[in-house]
């Protein structure tokens, strides 16, 4: 055991002939050499090239002597080759799935169904950079009741689903009675 309880390997560093140890750090386990300060010798475990998770059967168009395999990688799915790391060949595995709702701000492009980096869904006009509209939830085709924005949203409102009204400063709930102010009159 080394100084900080980490079992030592049969393994010896390359570079000082002392012994190696397992640790670990924010990319993954890797062996350490436990005379550092004085030797900084370590070597990962393993790559963050990715996992295989399929051979796609295809020449890889970068460098035509690998094959085109898809790999489940630190930030999801994404398509490499085979020969990495003397090819970095990588290709996004498809393409965003698109809604058939027409965008309601510039009537020209479509919503398609996009992921933040942070993982999270979200619903934009495939006209970006030229039209920004991205709403968060799920869109329904409807027009609101007060101000007649042509696109709702399903919302989970009390435990239940509700449709609300896409364009941010109106936000109505589609199907509630009026204000009670507006009743009085």
Known sequence: MSKDNTPNTHERCPECGSALAFKSGKRGPFLACTAYPDCHYTKALHHGDGH????????????????????????????????????????KPDEPDHTTLTCPACHKGELVERTSRYGKRFFACDQYPKCHFAVNAQPIAGTCEQCGFALLVERKKGGKMVYQCADKPCSAIQGEPAAESESED
């Open 52 to 91: 295989v998770v399929k051979v796609l059967g295809v020449a890889c168009p970068a460098c035509h002597q690998g094959e085109l395999v898809l790999r489940q990688g630190r930030f999801g799915m994404f398509i490499g080759c085979d020969q990495f790391p003397q090819c970095t060949h990588i290709e």
